[in-house]
């Protein structure tokens, strides 16, 4: 009986720092504010960049951006999202608390599996990252708050790929409607290198697919260091080349925009991402990734989740 104690204690312990955990994330996500201060998060962000670099993982560059207009209100979009996303979550969570660029804090919206996985759910929320539900980012939009987006979403990472660039979008484009319904000027970042710190498995597409469709849980097919299989927090040794976009401008806030009007505010967007891309691909990536380009696809639930059975 007695051996059985500690084992009981580790779980009630587990058990209560789960329910307080997502206590503290729905209050935060209420309210539109950070959890505890804001050195906590500058110092959980500063141990996931040094893990990053422990693996081999560096921020090697990063371009000058066009100064932002303090009037104006921003959307991060950032592409892409890659196996991962680890260049969102091991080099940008100090961006966000510090709030770079721009001087003010934003919010990096991520799946919300990611939440109920220890020490990682628990990194996720002390740099400012939050549940990707539309009742969320609504909810921080209307508070004035700025937020980050990956527009695939988990139809991208599944699908991603380390010798070729790709960049999903939601058949009905929902990043791109929520821009112009509360006036945020779509901010685009590139993350060079993120898709080549990984390798593809070929052959296991489907296996990982239905383990999404049944449980909501995301695991990309991929190998990490030393070619080791679904090592996903020890990628391979890389650099990180951060490239921002100049913004675009949504134009007056409108509930209900047209298709029209939104097709050609993701137009403007398309041709930015894409001149990012064919300005730095070549200095950024291996040249056999670079010359094939940036592969876009419009897919209809991308950036859409199916409920995690967790």
Not at 55 to 64: F, T
Not at 254 to 276: C, N, T
């Amino acid at each position: 009986m007695s051996a059985t104690k500690p084992v009981v204690a580790v779980l009630a312990s587990v058990y209560a720092w789960t329910k307080a955990r997502a206590f503290l994330l729905a209050r935060a996500e209420k309210s539109g504010t950070r959890v505890g201060p804001e050195y906590l998060g500058w110092f959980t962000s500063w141990l996931l960049y040094r893990y990053s670099l422990l693996m081999g993982v560096r921020l090697a560059s990063e371009n000058d951006f066009t100064p932002l207009d303090d009037a104006k209100k921003y959307m991060i979009v950032w592409h892409p999202h890659g196996f991962l996303a680890w260049g969102a979550m091991f080099i940008f969570g100090k961006m966000a608390v510090t709030g770079q660029p721009g001087g003010r804090e934003w919010f990096a919206m991520v799946a919300p599996v990611l939440f109920k996985i220890p020490i990682f759910g628990d990194a996720l929320l002390m740099v400012n990252a939050r549940r990707v539900a539309k009742p969320v980012v609504e909810g921080l939009l209307n508070q004035g708050r700025q937020i980050a987006i990956q527009p695939g979403g988990v139809k991208e990472q599944l699908q991603s790929r380390h010798d070729q660039e790709i960049a999903f979008f939601p058949a009905n484009l929902g990043f791109i409607r929520m821009a112009i319904k509360f006036q945020r000027h779509l901010l685009p970042v590139y993350i060079f290198g993120e898709n080549q710190i990984f390798r593809r498995l070929e052959g296991l597409d489907g296996v990982f697919d239905k383990i999404f469709r049944s449980s909501g849980v995301p695991v990309p097919a991929l190998s990490g260091k030393l070619g080791l299989p679904f090592l996903g927090l020890m990628p391979r040794s890389g650099n990180i080349h951060v490239r921002w976009g100049r913004h675009i401008d949504p134009g007056p806030a409108e509930d209900e925009p047209s298709d029209s009007r939104v097709e050609e505010v993701f137009g403007r967007y398309l041709a930015e991402i894409q001149r990012i891309f064919d300005e730095n691909a070549f200095n950024c990536l291996p040249p056999e990734v670079a010359a094939k380009g940036l592969l876009i696809k419009r897919v209809p639930g991308a950036g859409q989740l199916p409920r995690s059975k967790l």
